[in-house]
């Protein structure tokens, strides 16, 4: 990371249901070490507290040690819980570990317990552990429903209990995680469920006639935080247009605003990435061809190699690196196989589904396709593979529904894969289709528009054919993209500007 330094220095707990890597699920564990990371490296104290999930590898966690026994307030009870002190990627993290049966599992998500209880409890538990301590940060920074309820209990409890210092940030990953919760759930965490049930608190708007039993945990979070961040300003503008939510955040657009996620370059970097046969950069791509042979023989794919007989015939790899739910357009991916295979491309998909229907749906093509020489279907998660994929890639294949921000797009642009996306949220603030010539400089992917197979059609036939076409000007594209730079050092200034306009000076 380069050397910014901060001279007004912070204290930054984040309070969070993800970490990369070690419970991580989707992007907002990324974005957790990321922008840690990032403010650390600019001088600021950042910990991070987590649930201590069951499916954590304890070994991959540094100088673990128990350093508080207390108790949390859950449902009448006080429940005996440990707080652990560690270091991941070098950021200390406090674990929180209740002793009744909350975050037990094989995985982060999907357990056997009530999972927005749980998380009642964690969001209580990390402030009772403030108060128990007297740690009290400049800033409390949470992110989705998950921890939303924080900003309630902070405001409306352990502010009068002896919490002084902390002023709150709120980071919207995904506005469709409302954190549905009647009051009597609410009432769970020890706060009195039938003071929120008004629309200006956290009737969940959703409900016919704004029932008053029914809340979002979400919604009270953007309430009663200081400040509210959305993760791209495409999405924030999409977000105060349409949605459940719009009244909500019009009614807080003076403290609503659009901060564009970064990746972590030193995790994300072809240069240095341990997990590839053989580094490359920007100067000397020579490398990545050799990632895509070594993918491709991994995988029993044709190359261009073994394929020898025609040496002028450039094989295109397109890869879709992604969860399997519908936000990410699970319609388009399966059009892209067919037409990729007509085209005479090759697909790699590493996909996780969530829902039997759809996971059952995606093994059927799975099975229909992954004997042939040029589709293959993984359906599993595998962070090593993502490396390895990202690296072989020639295009990258992003076609949500919606996104808020996105990181596929950005991981691939680094590791010199252009993006093909769709034009929504996040991945419209960072690709730039090459045809559209009003911004020749910001030119570097493929964009289509409608949600339809028309429109998908349109832009991968565009790809390939520059692809196959003008070789030259497509190794220029891949330079250029993975010069772009969407590190946290572009962005976590901005989220340092936010803390200190709330901080209590
Ligand atoms: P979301 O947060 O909605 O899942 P993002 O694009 O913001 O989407 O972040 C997804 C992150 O998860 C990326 O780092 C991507 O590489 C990774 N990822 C998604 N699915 C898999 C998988 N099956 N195996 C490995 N990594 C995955």
Known sequence: LPNIKDTDLLHIVHITAELAPIAKVGGLGDVVTGLGRACLSRGHKVDIMLPFYECIHKHNINELELVTTYASYHDGNWVPTNAYHGVVSGIEVIFIEPSNHFFKGESVYGGSYNELEAYLFFSRACLEWMQITGK?????????????????????????????????????????????????????CGLDGSLYGTLDKAVDDRTIGHNPERLSLLKGGIVYSNAVVTVSPTYLTETLCSGWLTRTLMQNRDKYIGILNGIDTTIWN??????????????????????????QKGLGLASEDTENNNAAVRIPLI??????????????????????????????????????????EFEDLA???????????????????????YAAADMVLVPSIYEPCGLAQMIGMRYGAVPVVRKTGGLADTVFDIDDHSQP????????????????????????SYYQEKPNDWNRTVQNVMKIDNSWNNTAGKYIDLYNSIRVK
């Open 441 to 464: 400089e910001m030119a570097n992917g493929f964009v289509f528009e409608g949600i339809d197979e028309e429109s998908l059609d349109g832009a991968l036939h565009r790809a390939f």
């Open 367 to 389: 099975n229909l396709h992954n004997k042939d020489s040029n589709i293959r279907i993984l359906l599993m998660y595998s962070e090593e593979l993502s490396h390895m994929l």
């Open 270 to 295: 072809p240069a240095t990435d341990a997990f590839l046969p053989i580094n490359y950069d920007a100067l000397k791509v020579g490398g990545k061809k050799i990632c895509k042979q070594f993918v």
């Open 319 to 360: 890869v879709c690196i992604t969860r399997l739910v519908a936000q990410k357009g699970l319609h388009l991916i399966r059009h892209a196989i067919k037409l990729v295979e007509q085209l005479g491309g090759q697909m790699i998909i590493l996909g996780k589904a969530s829902n039997t229907q759809v996971e059952r």
């Open 136 to 188: 009290e940060p400049d800033i409390i920074h949470v992110h989705e429903w998950q921890t939303s309820v924080l900003p309630l209990l902070y405001w409306d409890m352990y502010h009068y209990l002896s919490l002084q210092k902390p002023r709150i940030v709120l980071t919207i990953h995904n506005m469709e995680h409302y954190g549905e919760c009647s009051q009597e759930q609410l009432n769970k």
